[in-house]
């Protein structure tokens, strides 16, 4: 029997992958405000530079009027405010608010939770394993 093609492997875990989050799985386990969350996220990806409506939807994909109305969302949530950008007064950067924090932190607790329940069978040695793995994987893509 021929072994596996680890390059399908790969694929077809990360078809998954995506298909799960496609269905917002973990946002909607978690109770997040869903899909506020996906704006909680770019922000702090896009740490330490600013992020407006604009950089939102380049992040998540979208047009701009769904980035403009996924972000009024999170403001009216109290989970974002707009805040004047200091270098150039025609753009407003987006920043998380305390709430807007601590609903990140949740998610992250949350997830981490999740991940090493998914992982709690694995050695320590497995888990530092996969995640250099992983990581280099997913910046290999990025090039």
């Given amino acids: 029997m021929d072994k596996p093609d680890p390059v399908a492997a ?3 875990a990360m078809v998954a992958i995506r298909r799960r989050q496609t269905r917002r799985t973990f946002a ?8 506020v969350q996906d704006v909680l996220d770019a922000i702090e990806g896009a740490a330490p530079e600013p992020i ?3 950089g939102i939807a380049a992040a998540l994909g979208v047009d701009q009027p769904r980035a403009s109305k996924l972000v009024a969302a999170a403001v009216t949530a109290g989970l974002v405010r707009r805040e004047a950008d200091q270098s150039d007064g025609r753009r407003t950067n987006l920043v ?3 709430a807007g924090q601590a609903q990140l932190d949740a998610a992250h607790t949350y997830r981490r939770a999740r991940f090493a329940q998914a992982m709690h069978n694995w050695t320590p040695t497995e888990r530092e394993t996969f995640a250099t793995l992983l990581t280099r994987f997913r ?3 990025d090039r």
Wanted: glycine share 10%.
């Fill in 96 to 98: 998380l608010t305390p």
């Fill in 52 to 54: 407006g409506v604009n």
């Fill in 139 to 141: 910046s290999a893509l």
């Fill in 28 to 35: 909607i386990q978690s109770g997040a405000p869903d899909p």
């Fill in 10 to 12: 790969v694929e077809a």
